[in-house]
């Protein structure tokens, strides 16, 4: 599937760049408007890139810095630009052919788009009353200066000829929804659990050291039913709450719950022996 984020960015920024052309202020706080959709436009179109790599849940969470932030985990170079090159290989006793560059992938940091969002966000809001108390008058002059350096560095990203190159080196299986998940052996060597982009089931991992082989087991739950013995099981990415999980041996009605447990740590007042109070049960399916 492919994504139109470049096209509405470079849309969005032509649009602020003739607003900030007009001079006037009501079209300046119209710029930054636009100039901040760019921004939205480039973060998407980034995580676009790694769709088969992002947890579900970091994509429901959308926020450009935790997106980012579990971006980089997958691909440390996920928010930075490099030039592309290429050459051909050495054929027999011919060497390999010159270098020849491509383009360069622009991207900008994670951190200055975090940064360059909030400052226009900043400048699309009416002042705050603590910014009226202290009776800060706009300093105009200053953010067209700031706005109009976020558009050249907009423009400079959006004006790069190659795009959504990943160059991850990883290691691909496939879920059981049949969409492919990549992660990088750096990511699962910290014991990271891999996460579905599309249905959000999780696999436990097991390698050993210098094997090439690699074994991934959906997570499930197990348990036994209570009036016939058999073993039930669900996949973690099936099972929510109150879900029904009757036993198709012997009909005994099921549903499935979830426990939360909580627990008090009291500081011991001084000179006395208390200790912390427990309570809770782990996860369990509830019969009935
Ligand atoms: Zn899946
Ligand atoms: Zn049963």
Redesign the pocket.
Known sequence: MSYQYRDIARQRLTKAKALLAAGDEDSLTYACLEARKCVEALAYDVLAYYLRDVSLKAMKLWQPDKVMKELIQIDPGADQSRILSMQTEPVGSDPPGQWVTIGEDRRLSAQRASKMYHQLGNYIHVPTIRQMEKSEPRDVSTIRKNVEQIVQELDHVVASTVWGVVLVDGITFT???E?PIRRTQKFLDNGHQPQ?G??G?MFTVEHENGSEDWYFGPVRFNWFCDQCGIEREILQ?KAELGLDVSCPACGLHAILGSITSWRVKQDKPDGAKTSPRQSGASPDCAGS
């Open positions: 879920c059981v929804c969409t579905c599309n249905c089931q990415s």
